[in-house]
């Protein structure tokens, strides 16, 4: 990491800390009880397991938490699981004590429907698959808007590690109908949590040694073959290869200590939108591991999402 890169993630995480209104203190110092999110993430209504897109490989399915404060319509938020791409599941709700979870609890509280989308993993089909499904995701819920009173053009994509990659990219070829996912319209922002944004040969071998191996296996299932050998398919699905200058707000959060995607992927990829004028906040969290876990950082990662929802759509 650059000395520049590494004053500037020290500010970040001073900032943040700043807000929380305390200094530094570990999670074990601190012990506080573990939040939980309601039922059903307090939604009014949960339309569970509808299927969006039917492949050889099985269905795709969706839920779907409205909120009981209905907007009128209401914006939709659209989260996307992580899990290396080539693991993990849709239902958010399953462990209500993740910080996803009371993120998502936050958000329909506060007049957002949320959804929770499947898409195939990297062990049943390779990239751009996973792009191409979760947009599919966004359009069968814009076409169904009026049948649950969504506002298709109020959208905001969210995802966490491999989910967090995908809605990136998908930000990023908002723009452009050409590309794999490319064209969604009423994007109005993203919230990228920990995801990776270059997957490409050079970004793979700056990786720490730790992680090399990871990588090899998931970038290597998701792609069929390694960086160094596909450059083109690599980049393809790179986020920050793709950036124009159009696209919609992002939020980055990513902890310090990351032990999976390096921190410098989520610091290079801000800077390059703000370079191209886009807005971006850029979170990273002082020692905080990949899942930012539980702990007295949870309400301030809360909050700063829904602060930030609520800013720009």
């Known amino acids: 990491m650059s000395a520049t890169r590494r004053v500037?993630?020290?500010?970040?995480?001073?900032?943040?800390?700043?807000?929380?209104?305390?200094?530094?203190?570990?999670?074990?110092?601190?012990?506080?009880?573990?939040?939980?999110?309601?039922?059903?993430?307090?939604?009014?209504?949960?339309?569970?397991?509808?299927?969006?897109?039917?492949?050889?490989?099985?269905?795709?399915?969706?839920?779907?938490?409205?909120?009981?404060?209905?907007?009128?319509?209401?914006?939709?938020?659209?989260?996307?699981h992580g899990g290396g791409w080539d693991a993990g599941v849709r239902t958010l709700d399953a462990d209500r004590t993740t910080t996803e979870a009371l993120t998502a609890e936050r958000l329909v509280e506060r007049?957002?429907?949320?959804?929770?989308?499947?898409?195939?993993?990297?062990?049943v089909a390779q990239a751009p698959a996973q792009l191409i499904d979760v947009a599919d995701?966004?359009?069968?819920?814009?076409?169904?808007?009026?049948?649950?009173?969504?506002?298709?053009?109020?959208?905001?994509?969210?995802?966490?590690?491999?989910?967090?990659?995908?809605?990136?990219?998908?930000?990023?070829?908002?723009?452009?109908?050409?590309?794999?996912?490319?064209?969604?319209?009423?994007?109005?922002?993203?919230?990228?949590?920990?995801?990776?944004?270059?997957?490409?040969?050079?970004?793979?071998?700056r990786a720490q040694p730790h992680m090399q191996e990871y990588a090899r296996r998931v970038v290597e299932q998701l792609l069929g073959c390694m960086p160094v050998d596909c450059p083109a398919k690599a980049e393809e699905i790179s986020p920050i290869r793709h950036l124009s200058g159009d696209e919609p707000p992002f939020l980055v959060q990513h902890g310090t200590a990351d032990s999976l995607v390096p921190l410098d992927q989520s610091l290079d990829f801000a800077e390059a939108l703000r370079t191209l004028g886009v807005t971006v906040e850029m979170h990273p969290y002082e020692g905080l591991d990949h899942g930012f876990g539980r702990g007295p950082h949870t309400p301030l990662i809360v909050d700063t999402v829904t602060a930030f929802v609520e800013t720009h759509v």
């Open 137 to 205: 995701a966004v359009r069968w819920l814009q076409q169904r808007a009026g049948q649950w009173g969504l506002d298709g053009d109020r959208v905001v994509l969210w995802g966490a590690s491999a989910g967090g990659h995908l809605v990136s990219q998908l930000g990023a070829v908002a723009g452009d109908p050409g590309k794999p996912g490319g064209g969604l319209t009423g994007i109005r922002a993203v919230v990228d949590w920990f995801g990776p944004t270059d997957m490409s040969a050079e970004a793979q071998r």
């Open 8 to 80: 500037l993630a020290a500010c970040f995480a001073l900032v943040a800390l700043v807000a929380a209104g305390c200094s530094r203190v570990s999670d074990a110092d601190e012990a506080p009880p573990v939040a939980t999110a309601a039922r059903d993430l307090g939604a009014a209504e949960v339309v569970r397991d509808q299927v969006y897109a039917e492949h050889e490989t099985g269905d795709l399915k969706l839920d779907l938490f409205l909120p009981a404060q209905q907007r009128t319509p209401a914006p939709l938020v659209v989260y996307v």
């Open 111 to 123: 007049g957002y429907a949320v959804a929770t989308v499947d898409y195939r993993l990297s062990g």
